[in-house]
């Protein structure tokens, strides 16, 4: 079997094997060696096939430099599997091995956004704890990732703590999930707009999602992680309780935060953020003074799943999450 071509996949043609996840719109099996996973919907005929079939061919126009950027930011559909001619499911690549932990028994987890929305816990010592340093290229990355997805013409739509993973090695990065929940801009979803309690724009319904609907969301990305608060929203008393901006960066994420809790259409965008969390300083650029000519008297001018957070048990770890949280991808 070969995925390259992105063409529609037989289902009975895939060799099935154990369950990695569920969620609440469908089930995901490992397939051949488990580098490559198989999410079925649990109700095909709610699915958009021609949705699907877009984020497939999107995929595929792409140049190889910009598909392999693509395949490292997030588990994309690779190709539509059908049965009767239906479209019953998709392929996507495994996440990344580095974007998971193992329990003390063993057991393999993905390193979900909700670890870093909270102090670290005696619970989660085998879970990796960036560095302030680590903190902010965490959500530089992000907040790029996100500006690449709206370059493409997508919206990304349920932003959420179980929908983005991240890694230290071999340097901080992040891994998007749920990927079938994007869409192009001006078109339908897959399946009808899932959201995350919590994580909605409080000026737009769930099932609604657009840009600015992305806009918000990534605020509420960068307040949580650096407020260490998994419920923090955008606005100007945020207390941000990690140590990892200078001066420069903590001021404009301050009014960019103040900005992102104002009216539809005016929340920040990626670029913004981008240049707020970086290490260099930004300079403002003015209109260079007119000179005089000696001899002449004039002026020369020079010239884009419910999901529930993490739960302790009293006494012991971290309580099971959502169903598909539980392995080593979805």
Not at 49 to 72: E, I, K, N, T
Not at 154 to 165: H, R, Y
């Amino acid at each position: 079997m070969t995925v390259a071509d992105g063409a529609d996949v037989n289902r009975s043609t895939l060799a099935l094997g154990s369950r990695a996840g569920s969620g609440g719109q469908g089930e995901v099996h490992r397939v051949g060696d488990g580098t490559v996973l198989f999410k079925e919907y649990k109700d095909p005929g709610k699915v958009d096939g021609g949705a699907l079939a877009a984020l497939v061919a999107l995929r595929q126009s792409l140049a190889p430099g910009d598909r392999d950027r693509l395949d490292g930011l997030a588990a994309w559909p690779l190709c539509r599997v059908v049965e009767g001619g239906r479209p019953v499911g998709f392929l996507m690549h495994r996440a990344p091995e580095r974007m998971t932990w193992l329990t003390g028994a063993g057991t393999g987890k993905l390193l979900e956004l909700q670890y870093l929305l909270r102090p670290p816990r005696a619970a989660w010592q085998q879970v990796p704890q960036p560095t302030p340093e680590q903190r902010r290229v965490l959500l530089l990355a992000c907040v790029e990732a996100v500006e690449w997805f709206h370059d493409a013409g997508l919206v990304i739509g349920d932003i959420s703590q179980a929908n983005v993973l991240w890694a230290l090695d071999p340097q901080p990065s992040v891994h998007f999930l749920d990927c079938d929940g994007f869409r192009q801009v001006g078109r339908g979803p897959v399946q009808a707009q899932a959201g995350t309690p919590d994580w909605n724009d409080p000026l737009t319904p769930s099932s609604e999602a657009s840009v600015d609907t992305d806009a918000y969301k990534t605020a509420l990305m960068v307040a949580r992680v650096l407020a260490q608060d998994p419920y923090a929203v955008p606005g100007s008393g945020l207390r941000l309780s990690v140590p990892c901006l200078n001066e420069r960066q903590e001021g404009a994420v301050r009014r960019l935060l103040a900005q992102a809790a104002g009216a539809k259409g005016t929340r920040p965008h990626p670029s913004e953020w981008r240049m707020a969390l970086s290490e260099r300083d930004v300079v403002a650029l003015t209109g260079a003074k007119p000179r005089q000519r000696p001899t002449v008297d004039r002026t020369v001018l020079d010239g884009v799943r419910d999901r529930r957070p993490i739960v302790l048990r009293p006494g012991g770890g971290p309580g099971e999450g959502p169903p598909g949280t539980g392995g080593p991808g979805r």
